[in-house]
């Protein structure tokens, strides 16, 4: 590992040929969480040492699946498990360059009995750049706001942590603060239950605007002729919403 220094506004320093580089090994001591349910979403912590300071360095996969790394000092990384198709222990493998670290392992339960569960969204896509609320029914999601967080996720772990504005056992109202266009899982996180499971697809969320149709598709070049356009997620507030032709 070839430490980095930058000194401005000259840039990075160089290293001398007859320096060598420090040797400083990825260790991984202990997990705070023995075992969780196979659903994920429980908060782990590795205690160790030679960890990066820049999270997106440092990649941490179980059963398959990327961890979403929460918080990460040299010493401590916090993340959420992912979730796993079975049960039983499986090797945490933990990744910082081309060093990995396999010593660790931790046993999947079978969380599908305590976990929360999604049966609808309302709606399922909104529009990217447009702010606006997202209505969650399901199971088990408790009556306390502070022990629930929902995230929009993909394959790479949780992308937007959205605002909780209201919480019952079976109903969410949460805040969508608009973002990329792109397909991603809603999952509501209960911090002693994990993330939730969803029935039959039913958390698919995607961000999407679109246009399908233009309705006359010619007109007079001098300009007037009512046009119909016809898509996916307007913004239902026509003051913000500018057309172009040209």
Known sequence: MIPTVYITPYGLVGLASNI????VPLVA???SVASAGNNGGV???IVG????LDKSLMQISICNNLATIKAITNLKVDFYLPSCASTGSKPVTISFGSITNTNLNIDYTDGSSSAPTIVSLNPPSANPGVKGTLEINGE?????????????SNATGKIYKLSVLKVNDTY???GLPGGEAGNFMVQ????????????SNSNAFSYVFSISSVSPST??????TLITIQGTNFSPEYQQTLVYIG
């Open 140 to 152: 088990k999601f408790g009556n306390d706001s502070s022990q629930v967080q929902v995230f929009l």
């Open 43 to 45: 908060l782990v912590s």
């Open 188 to 199: 509501v996180n209960i911090v002693s239950n994990g993330d939730s499971i969803a029935v």
């Open 20 to 23: 060598t580089a420090p040797n």
């Open 219 to 224: 007109g007079s070049y001098f300009g007037g």
């Open 29 to 31: 001591t202990s997990l």
């Open 172 to 174: 969410i109202k949460t």
């Open 49 to 52: 040492k030679g960890f990066p």
